[in-house]
């Protein structure tokens, strides 16, 4: 494990303590959920949230990722395979972390929608903007679907309306 990685994998296993509470509060009936008809469905949202994991894998091992058409994201039927896809991407996201040398972090990563790019940056960036930063965005979406359904939205950096710890 390189000298920046130590960092990083304290950072993401940080930001999964939360994710991962968000996710489990999420129950099977309100999968099909959305607050407004351009949201994704709670179901969608929470699988978008499993699939970012996967795209960490994607940031250190390859130098880019093309969405293409065929691209889906992978649908989960109940809350206990979602949490177990979670757990599994998260580990090997760690695991591709530890084997990331400094340098390869300043190295260019694209990100391309069918062969078109849209945007190219240092791997370290792409890792804290497309994975870091776009994991906590739709877990705060994923607490507004919890609030608006009257479910116990989880403390993340501190107490929530709803808990106090």
């Given at each position: 494990?390189?000298?920046?990685?130590?960092?990083l994998i304290a950072e993401f296993e940080h930001e999964s303590i939360g994710t991962r509470k968000t996710l489990e509060r999420i129950p099977e009936h309100l999968f099909g959920y959305r607050?407004?008809?351009?949201?994704?469905?709670a179901?969608?949202?929470?699988?978008?949230?499993?699939?970012?994991n996967y795209w960490g894998i994607v940031t250190v091992k390859e130098t880019g990722f093309d969405v293409r058409p065929d691209y889906k994201t992978p649908e989960y039927k109940t809350t206990a395979e979602l949490l177990a896809a979670y757990d599994k991407l998260k580990a090997g996201f760690i695991e591709a972390?530890?084997?990331v040398k400094d340098q390869q972090l300043f190295e260019t990563w694209t990100l391309s929608v069918n062969g078109n790019p849209?945007?190219?940056?240092?791997?370290i960036a792409t890792l804290r903007a497309f994975v870091f930063s776009h994991a906590i965005h739709h877990r705060a979406q994923l607490g507004l679907y919890l609030r608006l359904n009257n479910i116990p939205v989880p403390s993340i950096y501190g107490p929530s309306g709803d808990e106090q710890s």
């Open positions: 494990m390189s000298g920046m990685t130590g960092p607050p407004h008809p351009k949201s994704f469905t179901g969608h949202l929470a699988a978008h949230l499993v699939e970012i972390l530890k084997g849209v945007f190219s940056m240092p791997r």
